[in-house]
């Protein structure tokens, strides 16, 4: 309602009330215990259940109705959820950083993967890196995600660009060797004064890495245009 929130801090999550223009706690739903550095929460109004996205525990639901934690998720502790979306009947859509989107079922409480990049069955996915998701009024899903890859951009005056390549790799594996790669790009002459380089690496380490769920860093040495 328009005086009680659900805030997520290091102690867990709270509980609170504005009560003359105060932010007061009245209750600690969730303890630092069971919820370490929650990221999002979010209200389903229909079955009154919070859930919360945590990147010590996972995805953890809480009956506000019953006072109670319902139930928790902990192999999502590695891939952080960037959202919480209703999508048809009794159903949310959860995309996560670096494991896709996830489908929640809020009948049977089964949470399984619904949209996901597989490399040996192409689905037009291009990265599980979901940084938004978004449900139109037609039931359509859109997703912005977060690709690998390297774009070339020209101008002549420094301020309107133009793409003039774009390239995308797909994710690597552990059978990849540790070495330097060199990526040689070719592309229709193009008459230009400035040249603009974005490259975007893996934004979540894979579940393999020894840092996995953190971003990567890129190393550049040189950059030759011909």
Same mark, same amino acid.
């Given at each position: 309602?328009?005086?009680?929130?659900?805030?997520?801090?290091?102690?867990?999550?709270?509980?609170?009330?504005?009560?003359?223009?105060?932010?007061?706690?009245?209750?600690?739903?969730?303890?630092?215990?069971?919820?370490?550095?929650?990221?999002?929460?979010?209200?389903?109004?229909?079955?009154?259940?919070?859930? !919360?996205?945590?990147?010590?525990?996972?995805?953890?639901?809480?009956?506000?109705?019953?006072?109670?934690?319902?139930?928790?998720?902990?192999?999502?502790?590695?891939?952080?959820?960037?959202?919480?979306?209703?999508?048809?009947?009794?159903?949310?859509?959860?995309?996560?950083?670096?494991?896709?989107?996830?489908?929640?079922?809020?009948?049977?409480?089964?949470?399984?993967?619904?949209?996901?990049?597989?490399?040996?069955?192409? %689905?037009?996915?291009?990265?599980?890196?979901?940084?938004?998701?978004?449900?139109?009024?037609?039931?359509?899903?859109?997703?912005?995600?977060? !690709?690998?890859?390297?774009?070339?951009?020209?101008?002549?005056?420094?301020?309107?660009?133009?793409?003039?390549?774009?390239?995308?790799?797909? !994710?690597?594996?552990?059978?990849?060797? %540790?070495?330097?790669?060199?990526?040689?790009?070719?592309?229709?002459?193009?008459? !230009?004064?400035?040249?603009?380089?974005?490259?975007?690496?893996?934004?979540?380490?894979?579940?393999?890495?020894?840092?996995?769920?953190?971003?990567?860093?890129?190393?550049?040495?040189?950059?030759?245009?011909?």
């Amino acid at each position: 309602n328009d005086t009680t929130f659900y805030l997520g801090s290091d102690d867990g999550i709270c509980q609170t009330i504005i009560k003359n223009g105060k932010l007061i706690t009245t209750k600690c739903l969730i303890p630092h215990e069971l919820c370490q550095l929650p990221r999002i929460i979010y209200i389903h109004p229909t079955t009154n259940r919070l859930f !919360a996205g945590s990147e010590s525990d996972g995805l953890i639901v809480y009956d506000l109705t019953l006072e109670k934690m319902e139930k928790q998720y902990p192999h999502l502790k590695d891939f952080p959820i960037t959202g919480f979306h209703p999508y048809e009947a009794n159903q949310l859509l959860i995309p996560t950083r670096g494991a896709g989107v996830y489908r929640y079922d809020l009948r049977s409480e089964e949470l399984q993967p619904q949209f996901y990049a597989n490399p040996h069955e192409p %689905n037009k996915m291009n990265g599980n890196n979901i940084r938004s998701l978004y449900i139109d009024e037609e039931q359509r899903i859109w997703m912005s995600v977060y !690709a690998r890859g390297i774009t070339i951009s020209s101008s002549m005056d420094g301020k309107q660009y133009s793409e003039v390549f774009s390239e995308q790799y797909p !994710a690597m594996t552990e059978k990849n060797p %540790n070495q330097i790669y060199h990526h040689e790009l070719n592309f229709p002459t193009t008459k !230009a004064r400035y040249v603009k380089v974005k490259a975007l690496v893996e934004h979540s380490m894979p579940e393999w890495h020894g840092a996995k769920g953190y971003g990567a860093f890129l190393f550049v040495d040189e950059i030759a245009i011909n």
